[in-house]
C-alpha cells in the first residue's frame, strides 16, 4: 500500500468520526493529513468545518483560506467560510453589547418645561372626555413593583419573575409575542407561574415562524385579582440567524478498469508467489487468495490466508500466469486442487522435450547449474524444476529445498538445451544433509572416527545407529593413562549424512562394553 492510499485511508477515518459526532478525533485525523499532505485542499475544508463545530472560529477561517488558495473557485469553501464568519461577527457583536451605552446630555430646561406643560394639559383633556366612551379596566396602582426578566439562551428564551410588593396579587400573567397570544402562536399551554422565581422556557425554534427578521417582542402583563392590570414587560430579542449545515465535499470516486478478472492466477515478479483473484469490488479491489503449486501442475488454495487488496497495487506487482475454472458455486475453497484452463497456442503444440527425472545443463560437460525436471504442465506449456547437487559421494543429488520453480516450456529448453542423466524422483534428497539413497550406513557400532589422521584430533564412538531417523548415537572418546579407552557418558544424535561427511577416517573399531565412562 502507498503512503497516499494510506492518507486517503486516514482521511476516510476523520470524515467518519466527524459524522458520529467524535470532533476531537476528527480533527487528530484530519490533521495527520493536513501535515502530511499540505496541498490537500479537501483535507482542509472538513478540517475547517470540524473547527467550526468546536468552536475554533479563527482557527477554521485559517482552514477555510488554506482551502480556497489551492481551489479558489469551490463555492463549497466560500459558503462555509463565510458562516464561520458570521460566528466571529457575532462573538464581537456580543463582547461589544457588555459594556453601557453612555446616557445623552440632558434637555435644555426651557424646552423640558414647555413640554410637560403641553403634556399635562393634553392629559386633563383626555381624562375628561375619554372615560364616558371607552370605559376601560382599570389600570393597576402596583405597576413597576413587578419584576420579570427575559433573556434569550442558545436555544431558549427564558422569562422570570423574580419578586416585587405586587407580586401576591397577581391573578396571572398575559404574554404575547409580536403582539400575538403565546398560547394562540401553539408554543404550548404552560404560563408564567405567580410566584418568585417562576420561570418560562420558550424553545427558540418555534419563535422563527412568529418572528419578524429574526426579532420577537415578548410584553408580559400581569392581571390582578380586582381585574385591574398593568404592563411589566417589554423586550426586543434578535434570535440566531439560521444556517445551513456546513458541506463536507466528498471525495471523487474515480472507477478502475480491472485487468484481471475472477479466477485469473497472479505470479509476483519478483518472489514467484501465486494469487488467485476470488472476487472483484466497487472500491477497486481485488478478493485475494494465496495459492501454492504441486509438482503435477495443480494450484492448491492456502486456509486462512485470503486478502483484499488495491486493483493499481496488484497490477503493479504481479502478471498473469493461468486461469482457473470458476466453480459452478462461485467459490473457490482452500484445500482443493484446481487444474489451470489450457492457455497454450497452436503455435507450440510439439511435445515437451524433457521428462520427469532429467538433469539438464546449460551445456553437456557443465556440472555445477544442473536442474532437475520435477514436472510438466501441459495446460499453462510450464515445466516444474529445481536446482539439484551431488552428495559428497559423487552420486545425484539432492534438492536444496522443497519449492519447485515454475518455467515456461520455451524458456527453459532453451537455456538448458542439455541433458546430462537422468535420477528416479524417488532418489533425490532434500537438503544437503540427507543421506545417499540406495547406500549403506558406513559406521557400526564400537567404530572410532575422526576429522583428519592427526595425532590430537578429535575422535568419536559410534554407539548405534537408527535406520528410522537416519541418526548415528556418538559420544567423544579418548585414551586413558592405562592405555584402555573412555568416553564422557553422552548420547548425542547426528545425522548419518553429516557424521559421515564431517568424519570421513575411520580409526579402529573397539567393544563398546568396554569402554569406561569417566
Not at 403565546?182 to 410566584?195: D, I, P, Q
Not at 542439455?418 to 524422483?425: N, P
Not at 528410522?468 to 579418548?478: L, N, Q, S, W
Amino acid at each position: 500500500m502507498t503512503d497516499e492510499d494510506e492518507i486517503q485511508i486516514i482521511y476516510k477515518k476523520g470524515i467518519e468520526a466527524f459524522r458520529r459526532g467524535e470532533l476531537q478525533k476528527a480533527s487528530g485525523l484530519l490533521l495527520q493529513v493536513v501535515e502530511t499532505t499540505e496541498e490537500d485542499h479537501h483535507a482542509w475544508n472538513a478540517l475547517g468545518v470540524v473547527f467550526t463545530k468546536m468552536g475554533k472560529y479563527e482557527d477554521a477561517d485559517v482552514c477555510f483560506e488554506n482551502a480556497l488558495i489551492l481551489d479558489p473557485s469551490n463555492e463549497v469553501y466560500m459558503r462555509n467560510r463565510e458562516r464561520n464568519k458570521g460566528h466571529i461577527r457575532r462573538g464581537i457583536k456580543d463582547h461589544l453589547s457588555s459594556f453601557q451605552i453612555p446616557d445623552f446630555p440632558d434637555i435644555k430646561k426651557p424646552y423640558t418645561v414647555i413640554g410637560i406643560t403641553g403634556a399635562v394639559i393634553l392629559f386633563i383633556i383626555l381624562a375628561l372626555v375619554l372615560p364616558p366612551i371607552l370605559n376601560p379596566l382599570p389600570q393597576s396602582a402596583t405597576s413597576g413593583d413587578i419584576l420579570v426578566f427575559a433573556d434569550l439562551s442558545e436555544d431558549l428564551v427564558l422569562i422570570r419573575s423574580s419578586d416585587g410588593p405586587g407580586l401576591d396579587k397577581v391573578k396571572e400573567f398575559e404574554i404575547t409575542v409580536n403582539n400575538q397570544s403565546l398560547k394562540a402562536a401553539g408554543t404550548g399551554g404552560r404560563t408564567l407561574g405567580n410566584y418568585a422565581g417562576a420561570t418560562l422556557a420558550i424553545p427558540v425554534d418555534s419563535l422563527y415562524p412568529l418572528s419578524d427578521e429574526n426579532e420577537v417582542t415578548f410584553r408580559v402583563t400581569a392581571v390582578f385579582n380586582d381585574e385591574s392590570y398593568c404592563e411589566v414587560l417589554s423586550k426586543t430579542l434578535t434570535l440566531p440567524v439560521i444556517e445551513e449545515e456546513p458541506v463536507i465535499e466528498e471525495p471523487v470516486f474515480v472507477p478502475h478498469d480491472p485487468l484481471y478478472k475472477k479466477g485469473d492466477v497472479l505470479i509476483n515478479k519478483e518472489n514467484r508467489t501465486y494469487m488467485l483473484v476470488t472476487d472483484l469490488f466497487p472500491d477497486n479491489q481485488y478478493r485475494l487468495e494465496e495459492l501454492t503449486r504441486s509438482n503435477d501442475g495443480n494450484f492448491i488454495i492456502q486456509h486462512g490466508l485470503a486478502r483484499n487488496g488495491s486493483m493499481a497495487e496488484y497490477e503493479s506487482l504481479f502478471l498473469k500466469s493461468a486461469e482457473l475454472p470458476v466453480p459452478a458455486d462461485l467459490k473457490f475453497r482452500p484445500g482443493t486442487p484446481y487444474q489451470a484452463i489450457s492457455i497454450r497456442t497452436s503455435g507450440i503444440e510439439k511435445n515437451p522435450l524433457y521428462v520427469p527425472g532429467d538433469l539438464i545443463s546449460r551445456s553437456p560437460g557443465l556440472t555445477n547449474d544442473v536442474h532437475v525436471i520435477l514436472g510438466y504442465d501441459p495446460a499453462t506449456d510450464e515445466y516444474a524444476t529445481d536446482q539439484i547437487h551431488q552428495y559428497y559421494t559423487g552420486e545425484w543429488g539432492y534438492r536444496p529445498g522443497l519449492k519447485a520453480e515454475w518455467m515456461k516450456r520455451a524458456d527453459l529448453e532453451s537455456t538448458y538445451p542439455a541433458r546430462i542423466s537422468r535420477i528416479a524422483l524417488s532418489r533425490i534428497g532434500i537438503g544437503k544433509d540427507s543421506s545417499p539413497p540406495g547406500t549403506e550406513p558406513v559406521y557400526r557400532a564400537g567404530d572410532i572416527i575422526a576429522r583428519d589422521r592427526g595425532v590430537d584430533a578429535v575422535q568419536l564412538l559410534v554407539l548405534y545407529y537408527d535406520p528410522k531417523t537416519g541418526e548415528y548415537g556418538t559420544d567423544t572418546i579418548r585414551r586413558s593413562f592405562d592405555g584402555g579407552w573412555d568416553r564422557d557418558g553422552q548420547d548425542i544424535p547426528v545425522l548419518r549424512s553429516a557424521l559421515e561427511r564431517d568424519f570421513p577416517y575411520k580409526v579402529r573399531n573397539v567393544d563398546v562394553s568396554l569402554v569406561k565412562i569417566k
